[in-house]
Each structure stands twice: as C-alpha cells, then as structure tokens.
C-alpha cells in the first residue's frame, strides 16, 4: 500500500488548503485514514481522522471547528479542508492508515504513511 500525499503551500492566516491524500495498491474501504502533523523537533500530533466501522470523525481540540476530514472510498481519497489557518498550524502534514480498530490517536498504531506534504501559514 503507497499513499500520496498533495495539497500543501504557503497561505496567509486566515485563508484555507485542501489537503489529499491517494492510497494506491492492495487496499480497501475497511481502514481509518487519518491525518497527523509534526514540526521539526517535535513528535508527530494527531489532527483528525475518519473511521471505517461507522464513518465517525475525530479531532484533535487545535482542529474542532477550523479543520474538516472526509473520505471518497471510491477514489480511496481523504482529505482535509483547513479553514482559518493559523500560524501554528505550520507543520508537515502526513496521512496514515490502519486495519486495526481502537486508538485513532497513536501514530504507532498506523501501518502506512504518506511522504508528507508542507502547511505553512504566515502571519
């Protein structure tokens, strides 16, 4: 399984991106795909993540409100709309998936990665 990760840039505070993210090879719709961010020097943080199982969504609390995940099984795509964009939101941005269920918000819980893709927000 790849996932390819696009949508990154350079946007002033305030303005938005849409983040996406293919997974190609032998997949299907039974995972939870998931977004997660990280700043040199810094672990990987959670930032959303859909689920299969029921198609719940999940936020870390510096996403609720601001940031949207969904997913297009179809295309095997998930994305991230990020509205209001904030300085602190500078970070690279990686998609994950997993097969297993529980925990959404461990990163070692993921079993695939994307190559990342760089969010950087001015002020």
């Known amino acids: 399984v790849q996932l390819q990760a696009s949508g990154g840039g350079l946007v002033q505070a305030g303005g938005s991106l849409r983040l996406s993210c293919v997974a190609s090879?032998?997949?299907?719709?039974?995972?939870?795909m998931a977004w997660f961010r990280q700043i040199p020097g810094k672990a990987r943080e959670f930032v959303a993540v859909h689920t299969w199982r029921d198609g719940s969504t999940y936020y870390a609390d510096s996403a609720k409100g601001r940031f949207t995940i969904s997913r297009d099984n179809a295309k095997k795509t998930v994305y991230l709309q990020m509205n209001n964009l904030k300085p602190e939101d500078t970070a690279v941005y990686y998609c994950a998936l997993k097969y297993t269920s529980g925990s959404v918000a461990i990163s070692p819980l993921y079993d695939f990665w994307g190559q990342g893709t760089q969010v950087t927000v001015s002020s």
């Open positions: 090879g032998r997949t299907d719709s039974h995972v939870d």
